[in-house]
């Protein structure tokens, strides 16, 4: 079976995963049953079902379609256009030196093509390259740098919540506040898509660094799924490479390639409620004392490797959160961090199974987790390449193979690449030699 590296992925190969996924229920088995909600498919434009193996989307014809030139205007083809319209951009660098936030639902932004190294959209130092406040809306298939904090925004500041957004095979480069932040948003996608920090930019930055790569507060089930993001971390600062706080709820992390990380994945962060946390008459499966920042989501089958000479603090903490799942991951560092996987505070329950790391598994400040065959002390050697960021089991990972527990059904089927867990005895981490 294909072995991608992350390194070749980010370079545009994004192809990692294979099709026929089945998504399982965004809450553990044993959480509290809320009212039913449509899947996140229904939930998401014109009936989108995206390819799993982040092969070439299919997008729906729109009543109307503009192509865009880069030698014309987009932020007037934004600014212009009316709800069920696809811009469509042509080969090439456009040039959007104030950025544009799309207010027009139901709209489609994408390269021509599919091959997102085509087409660029180049911020030239505006706060938000693009600046998503409508429902169901699609940016795809392209490429966008120089924004001066945000290269994606999805963002509404008060009332209802936008729903539907899709954000799909792009290439996010340099972005001094988040490569991509969503706030008050509802059951939207991440997929497929290289984010990166290079090593020029974070210097430039210094003490002001700050950086995050796929960040959500008050938010509700998002998928962030087969992403490959590198280099989001910054000398002073313990950093996230996806971040989920402030109430978000109910967030699918999975399948995704992280290299060189301050901080991982967070679920979690504050114990009080900020002005805009946002808070639910169901938090939790259990009575929560105080506010909590995260609530529920499944962490399952990511390749988290750091190394030498990074800011590196955790690979997975779950802090002030409930009912939150952490199965099947693999984390790797080549620098002694403060922990592999954590989970922190009195209203933290967690399910934490079938983890790899290298280092520990440590619960804080009163935080609880339900832990079962998860395996600490994983050394280079049982690793195709940590160097490269690829933790594919070698044969050495004899104490990882066929060494994890069968799990709820549904919640550990395949691994990273998509290939099934199918011989009742699984390994441990994200791969399945």
């Known amino acids: 079976m294909g072995r ?12 990692c995963v294979r099709a026929g996924f089945q998504e399982a229920d965004a809450r553990p088995a044993d959480a509290a049953a809320e009212s039913a909600q449509p899947s996140r498919d229904a939930a998401l434009p014109w009936g989108l079902m995206l390819p799993e193996d982040c092969s070439r989307a299919h997008w729906p014809v729109t009543a109307h379609t503009v192509k865009v030139a880069p030698q014309t205007s987009l932020l007037a ?40 190294s085509q087409v660029t959209i180049d ?27 945000d290269a994606v925004h999805v963002w509404t500041e008060s009332g209802p919540t936008i729903s539907g957004i899709v954000l799909y095979n792009l290439a996010l480069r340099d ?32 003490t002001h660094c700050q950086v995050l790569g796929v960040a959500l507060g008050a938010a509700r089930g998002w998928r962030i799924f087969g992403n490959h993001i590198a280099g989001v971390w910054c000398a002073g600062s313990h950093v996230g490479a996806i971040q989920l706080r402030d109430g978000t709820r109910d967030t699918i992390i999975e399948r995704n390639q992280i290299l060189d990380p301050g901080l991982g994945i967070r679920a979690g962060l504050a114990t009080t409620s900020a002005p805009s946390g946002r808070t639910y008459p169901d938090p939790c499966s259990v009575p929560a004392t105080t506010y909590v920042d995260n609530i529920g989501g499944i962490i399952r089958n ?17 802090w ?25 505070f009195s209203n933290t329950n967690a399910t934490v199974q079938n983890n790899l790391v290298s280092h520990n598994l440590v619960g804080r400040d009163d935080a609880t987790a339900v832990q079962q065959a998860n395996v600490p002390g994983a050394q280079a050697a049982w690793f195709a390449d940590t160097s490269a960021g690829d933790l594919h089991l070698a044969a050495a990972a004899t104490a990882a193979i066929d060494k994890g527990a069968v799990l709820v059904a549904g919640l550990g089927l395949e ?19």
Do not use: Y
Request: hydrophobic fraction near 40%; proline fraction near 5%.
């Open 4 to 15: 991608p590296v992350l390194l070749l992925a980010m370079l545009g190969f994004a192809g």
């Open 77 to 116: 083809a934004i600014q212009t256009a009316g709800p069920d319209t696809t811009l469509l951009l042509e080969p090439g660098t456009h040039a959007l030196p104030k950025g544009a936030w799309i207010t027009t639902p139901r709209l489609i932004l994408r390269g021509s093509g599919g091959d997102r």
């Open 123 to 149: 911020a030239q130092g505006a706060d938000v390259g693009i600046g998503v406040s409508a429902p169901q809306v699609v940016v795809a298939d392209l490429t966008i740098t120089n924004a001066a904090s």
């Open 175 to 206: 972005a001094s506040g988040h490569l991509v932040h969503i706030h008050n948003a509802d059951h939207g996608v991440v997929g497929c898509s290289s984010m990166i920090v290079t090593d020029g930019f974070r210097s430039g930055l210094g």
């Open 302 to 318: 990511n390749f988290i490797a750091v190394r030498a000479g990074v800011n590196h603090d955790s690979g997975i903490a779950v």
């Open 320 to 344: 002030n959160s409930c009912d939150t799942v952490v199965v099947h991951n693999t984390v790797f560092s080549a620098v002694t961090p403060f922990s592999s996987i954590e989970w922190r």
């Open 415 to 433: 691994d990273i690449d998509r290939q099934p867990r199918a011989d009742g005895k699984p390994d441990v981490g994200a791969d399945e030699r």
